[in-house]
């Protein structure tokens, strides 16, 4: 293996090769002779010389005579999804922060649901941004970041409202004794997900232990197949081994192997009960993207301990994680700890896992932000126990994904939004734009107005892992990255200061909520679809949810707001932020 920083690399990895094509329908496309061509339903058509020119959208084979290995065809549209008419603004939140009297601890997807009901769509708000829902691995202490999901498949139980269980009402004082228990978790200054999954574990075994059957449940059984009982099966060992996959003993460290059939078919219960946990979450989730169209986020990889690891562990490498180089804003660079996908290992597995879990994320959404979309294009590998300093760009087959996430954003009618921060080679964003993805304008970091922003854009002004404006205005976020000896850069972060004071015509002495207001009244100013308020700016909050570069010295991810659902609905700052956006989109364009 080469080293060196930064340079794009083989890896010396020996792959297989298999041929994979891409194509437009409606038109007639070569073919090498004769071949069959297998639909994605099982229909089998016979071409010779051309490609029938009204093949379906979908991922299809062409088996030629003599050749073991078929070529992977998918018909994809030319751009992704996008409505022509998709305009407004809306909330980006962290949901497990939304905390109600309701709660046990942290936000549920009740809270969402109340949440989207009033204050969001009483306010004129259009659409939620919420942070990844996905799954963790059922086993304490629990994963915070919801960016290291065990899976993008599936979602995560502590989101469960237990009171909206069917079944739970029969619970009776038990129901009572939890819930009490639950709700003093709110008092807690930080979000203690052991606790809360302890608590939420309890009571839907106890609620599972009443359940019998029933038809819509064995319908979503059906549904999901065998990548869901293989998932249930992952959860259900993790719980019986209590550690990561890494760690059981051999026999079960693959999904296929005997002694994980002879586990699935002695604890089928158990693996049962994992599978209703999904069902449940189902509904909830369901319940909630009804009230107000929901934007779900794809984080860019998965925990190695995980059960999609564990599933797809022969297209990981596992002793590489992905990051980011050192730049102007992190001055020691990033490492996520996600292992990679190796590039032609998902194109040996027809990019099964790119299908799925795109598939899965847009079921109940009707858009898609891609966490690190240049990761479409290359990733920043780091060798494991090296620095990010030492990192390498790996290329991958930007089409061939182009292709796949065309062909589910057409299925799910929902449209994409590229999280194009940071270091973006030349290319990536006019590549982006041809597929209809849209752009992602950052207030902080974008040196323009954002009068000058794109129209093909989702505009912010902050994410969960940059400063609020409240913590710009006060400098309190500057001195907090002192504090966990991060190494800001104190110049950069002033000329963000400066150039929000010259575009708002802010004095230096304005009071925060001043700042939040003419900050976002400037973001409601530019023309791009899509513009985004941050619930924590809404609520003048000056702690991040994330602080890049710490593991214990800040509590990422486990933070609530500064206030309950029900105060929120009552924030003046919060009404006259909607009011800002409401009459920005009453201009004539």
């Given at each position: 293996?080469?080293?060196?920083?930064?340079?794009?690399?083989e890896?010396g990895?020996?792959?297989?090769?298999?041929?994979?094509?891409?194509i437009v329908?409606?038109?007639?496309?070569?073919?090498e002779?004769?071949?069959?061509v297998?639909?994605?339903?099982?229909?089998?058509?016979?071409?010779?010389?051309?490609?029938?020119?009204?093949?379906?959208?979908?991922?299809?084979?062409?088996?030629?005579?003599?050749?073991?290995?078929?070529?992977?065809?998918?018909?994809?549209?030319?751009q992704?999804?996008?409505?022509?008419g998709l305009?407004?603004?809306?909330?980006a939140?962290q949901?497990?922060?939304?905390?109600?009297?309701?709660?046990?601890?942290?936000g549920?997807?009740?809270?969402?649901?109340?949440?989207?009901?009033?204050?969001?769509?009483?306010?004129g708000?259009?659409?939620?941004?919420?942070?990844?829902?996905?799954?963790?691995?059922?086993t304490?202490?629990?994963?915070?970041?919801?960016?290291?999901?065990g899976?993008?498949?599936?979602?995560?139980?502590?989101y469960?409202?237990?009171?909206?269980?069917?079944?739970?009402?029969?619970?009776?004082?038990?129901l009572?004794?939890?819930?009490r228990?639950?709700?003093?978790?709110?008092?807690?200054?930080l979000i203690?997900?052991?606790?809360?999954?302890?608590?939420?574990?309890e009571a839907?075994?106890?609620?599972?232990?009443?359940f019998?059957?029933?038809?819509?449940?064995?319908?979503?059984?059906?549904?999901?197949?065998?990548s869901?009982?293989?998932?249930?099966?992952?959860?259900?060992?993790?719980?019986h081994?209590?550690?990561?996959?890494?760690?059981?003993?051999?026999?079960?460290?693959?999904?296929?192997?005997?002694?994980?059939?002879?586990?699935?078919e002695d604890?089928a219960q158990?693996?049962r009960f994992?599978?209703?946990l999904q069902?449940?979450?189902?509904q909830?989730l369901?319940?909630?993207a009804?009230v107000?169209?929901?934007?779900?986020?794809?984080?860019?990889?998965v925990?190695?301990?995980?059960?999609?690891?564990?599933?797809?562990?022969?297209l990981?490498?596992?002793?590489?994680?992905?990051?980011?180089?050192?730049?102007?804003?992190?001055?020691q660079?990033?490492?996520?700890?996600?292992?990679?996908f190796?590039?032609?290992?998902?194109r040996?597995?027809?990019?099964?896992?790119?299908?799925?879990?795109v598939?899965?994320?847009?079921?109940?959404?009707?858009?898609?932000?891609?966490?690190?979309v240049?990761?479409?294009?290359?990733?920043?590998?780091?060798p494991?126990?090296?620095?990010?300093?030492?990192?390498?760009?790996?290329r991958?087959?930007?089409?061939?994904?182009?292709?796949?996430?065309?062909?589910?954003s057409?299925?799910?009618?929902a449209?994409?939004?590229?999280?194009?921060?940071?270091?973006?080679?030349?290319?990536?964003?006019?590549?982006?734009?041809?597929?209809?993805?849209?752009?992602?304008?950052?207030?902080?970091?974008?040196r323009?107005?954002?009068?000058?922003?794109?129209?093909?854009?989702?505009a912010?002004?902050?994410?969960?892992?940059?400063?609020?404006?409240?913590?710009?205005?006060?400098?309190?976020?500057?001195e907090?990255?002192?504090?966990?000896?991060?190494?800001?850069?104190?110049?950069?972060?002033?000329?963000?200061?400066?150039?929000?004071?010259?575009?708002?015509?802010?004095?230096?002495?304005?009071?925060?909520s001043?700042?939040?207001?003419?900050?976002?009244?400037?973001?409601?100013?530019?023309?791009?679809?899509l513009?985004m308020?941050t619930?924590?700016?809404?609520?003048?909050?000056?702690a991040?949810?994330?602080m890049?570069?710490?593991?214990r010295?800040?509590?990422n991810?486990?933070?609530?707001?500064?206030?309950?659902?029900?105060?929120?609905?009552r924030?003046?700052?919060?009404?006259?932020?909607?009011?800002?956006?409401?009459?920005?989109r009453?201009?004539?364009?």
């Amino acid at each position: 293996m080469k080293t060196g920083p930064h340079r794009e690399d083989e890896w010396g990895l020996t792959l297989k090769r298999p041929t994979v094509r891409v194509i437009v329908p409606g038109r007639r496309h070569k073919l090498e002779g004769t071949a069959e061509v297998v639909l994605e339903d099982g229909t089998r058509l016979t071409a010779s010389h051309r490609l029938p020119p009204d093949l379906p959208l979908g991922y299809h084979q062409i088996r030629w005579r003599g050749v073991e290995a078929p070529t992977l065809l998918m018909v994809a549209p030319r751009q992704c999804y996008l409505p022509p008419g998709l305009e407004g603004w809306g909330v980006a939140l962290q949901l497990y922060a939304l905390r109600s009297r309701r709660s046990w601890g942290m936000g549920d997807l009740a809270d969402l649901r109340e949440f989207a009901r009033s204050p969001a769509r009483k306010l004129g708000a259009g659409l939620i941004q919420v942070n990844p829902l996905c799954a963790s691995t059922p086993t304490c202490p629990q994963q915070d970041s919801p960016y290291c999901p065990g899976s993008r498949r599936y979602w995560n139980p502590l989101y469960l409202r237990i009171e909206e269980v069917t079944g739970a009402s029969k619970l009776g004082g038990k129901l009572r004794r939890l819930s009490r228990a639950g709700w003093a978790l709110n008092q807690a200054a930080l979000i203690d997900r052991d606790a809360i999954f302890s608590l939420k574990m309890e009571a839907l075994r106890i609620i599972w232990a009443g359940f019998t059957t029933d038809a819509a449940f064995e319908r979503f059984l059906v549904q999901e197949g065998e990548s869901l009982r293989e998932f249930a099966t992952f959860c259900a060992l993790a719980q019986h081994f209590r550690k990561g996959w890494r760690r059981w003993p051999a026999p079960y460290q693959r999904a296929d192997m005997p002694a994980v059939r002879r586990f699935q078919e002695d604890r089928a219960q158990e693996v049962r009960f994992h599978q209703w946990l999904q069902w449940l979450l189902e509904q909830q989730l369901a319940r909630a993207a009804a009230v107000m169209p929901l934007m779900q986020d794809l984080p860019i990889g998965v925990d190695p301990d995980g059960a999609d690891a564990w599933v797809w562990q022969d297209l990981l490498v596992l002793d590489v994680s992905i990051g980011a180089p050192p730049d102007r804003y992190n001055s020691q660079g990033q490492d996520w700890g996600l292992p990679p996908f190796v590039p032609e290992q998902l194109r040996v597995a027809a990019y099964e896992p790119l299908r799925q879990t795109v598939r899965a994320l847009m079921r109940h959404a009707q858009g898609l932000r891609i966490d690190h979309v240049m990761g479409l294009f290359r990733l920043f590998w780091i060798p494991k126990g090296s620095d990010p300093s030492q990192g390498h760009y790996v290329r991958y087959p930007t089409d061939e994904l182009l292709a796949v996430l065309a062909i589910e954003s057409h299925r799910a009618r929902a449209w994409i939004v590229g999280e194009d921060l940071g270091t973006v080679e030349r290319g990536v964003r006019p590549k982006l734009r041809r597929w209809n993805i849209m752009t992602h304008h950052l207030l902080w970091f974008d040196r323009r107005s954002p009068k000058h922003y794109r129209r093909n854009a989702l505009a912010a002004v902050t994410t969960h892992d940059l400063f609020t404006v409240a913590g710009l205005w006060t400098s309190s976020d500057f001195e907090a990255q002192q504090r966990c000896l991060l190494k800001p850069d104190r110049a950069a972060f002033q000329r963000i200061r400066r150039r929000v004071r010259a575009w708002t015509g802010l004095a230096e002495d304005a009071l925060s909520s001043d700042a939040i207001l003419q900050t976002y009244r400037l973001l409601a100013g530019a023309p791009s679809r899509l513009q985004m308020l941050t619930l924590d700016d809404a609520l003048a909050a000056t702690a991040r949810p994330n602080m890049p570069g710490t593991t214990r010295a800040w509590p990422n991810w486990r933070l609530p707001l500064p206030k309950s659902l029900e105060a929120i609905r009552r924030t003046p700052l919060l009404r006259r932020l909607a009011y800002v956006f409401n009459q920005a989109r009453k201009r004539p364009a």
